[in-house]
């Protein structure tokens, strides 16, 4: 069981590995933070630098905001806990990100989460549709996966990789989103916008179907263009904004 204590493992961890370990902890921090937790549930994992095969993921038992660099707990590709630790981890939430780290070498850091507006849109029929500036710098970048139920069965980790594709978004129908990104600012502006878009429709959609504009064609292809340009350089833009805002109101996650 979480008590919120865990002695500190910097200085017991590589530079690369400490590194990681805070920008994950600011990860759940930050969900924490914009209301997207879901108590103990959903899972943010990220790729531990070196030649291992080796992922840091949360403790099972501990809220977002709780989170720390250190209490995060080390895992091999198949969930089995490489470090000491009296922390454990729930399996079954790392079959989606396990799927997704082994499939693609880009994937340094992979975001799963429960939000109302994002399972809402996910359980939507026609999925993000294209009504504001926000879903069309989404929706190029984002897949869809068919809900299989309670991720425990590791042969549904081969269709995820066939659904993501080479995309970096994905909605988990009936079930939630999804980001994954070379870095942890990547893997968060992409949720961000994400999430906002979902939102953004379900305010839309209370105007019901017909009472909603679709964005132009050619406004969608504009938009398309410049979100593929211009996402990387903007998401490490907007990184050191959001770890000042963690630091402001929801300090301790370099802990």
């Known amino acids: 069981m979480a008590d919120g204590a865990q002695t500190s493992l910097k200085g017991r961890?590589?530079?690369?590995?400490?590194?990681?370990?805070v920008e994950l902890a600011a990860l759940y921090r930050l969900v924490a933070l914009h209301g997207w937790d879901d108590a103990i549930f959903t899972h943010i994992s990220a790729r531990v630098p070196g030649p291992e095969k080796h992922f840091l993921i949360n403790p099972y038992g501990w809220f977002f905001g709780e989170m720390t660099a250190s209490?995060?707990?080390?895992?091999?590709?198949?969930?089995?806990?490489?470090?000491?630790?009296?922390?454990?981890?729930?399996?079954?939430?790392?079959?989606?990100?396990?799927?997704?780290?082994?499939?693609?070498?880009?994937?340094?850091?992979?975001?799963?989460?429960?939000?109302?507006?994002?399972?809402?849109?996910?359980?939507m029929?026609?999925?993000?549709?294209?009504?504001?500036?926000?879903?069309l710098l989404v929706r190029p970048q984002l897949a869809y996966h068919d809900y299989e139920g309670i991720a425990l069965n590791l042969e549904e980790r081969e269709r995820i990789v066939a659904d993501l594709g080479d995309?970096?978004?994905?909605?988990l129908r009936n079930h939630g989103t999804l980001s994954a990104g070379a870095t942890a600012a990547e893997a968060w502006l992409g949720?961000?916008?994400?999430e906002r878009a979902?939102?953004?429709?379900?305010?839309?959609?209370?105007?019901?179907?017909?009472?909603?504009?679709?964005?132009?064609?050619?406004?969608?292809?504009?938009?398309?263009?410049?979100g593929g340009m211009g996402m990387g350089?903007?998401?490490?833009?907007?990184?050191?904004?959001?770890?000042?805002?963690?630091?402001?109101?929801?300090?301790?996650?370099?802990?």
Request: aromatic share 8%.
């Open 191 to 194: 949720m961000f916008f994400l």
């Open 167 to 171: 995309k970096k978004l994905m909605l």
């Open 198 to 226: 979902c939102a953004q429709q379900v305010m839309a959609l209370a105007a019901g179907r017909d009472g909603v504009l679709t964005a132009p064609e050619a406004a969608q292809e504009e938009v398309k263009q410049v």
């Open 71 to 123: 209490c995060l707990v080390k895992v091999d590709l198949e969930g089995n806990v490489v470090q000491e630790t009296t922390s454990f981890i729930n399996p079954a939430g790392f079959t989606i990100h396990s799927a997704v780290h082994a499939a693609r070498e880009d994937a340094h850091y992979v975001m799963h989460l429960h939000s109302d507006q994002g399972v809402a849109v996910a359980a």
């Open 13 to 21: 961890v590589s530079e690369a590995e400490w590194k990681t370990r």
């Open 233 to 255: 350089f903007i998401s490490g833009l907007a990184w050191p904004g959001f770890l000042r805002r963690l630091d402001r109101e929801l300090p301790g996650y370099d802990a």
């Open 125 to 135: 029929k026609d999925g993000l549709l294209p009504l504001t500036q926000h879903a």
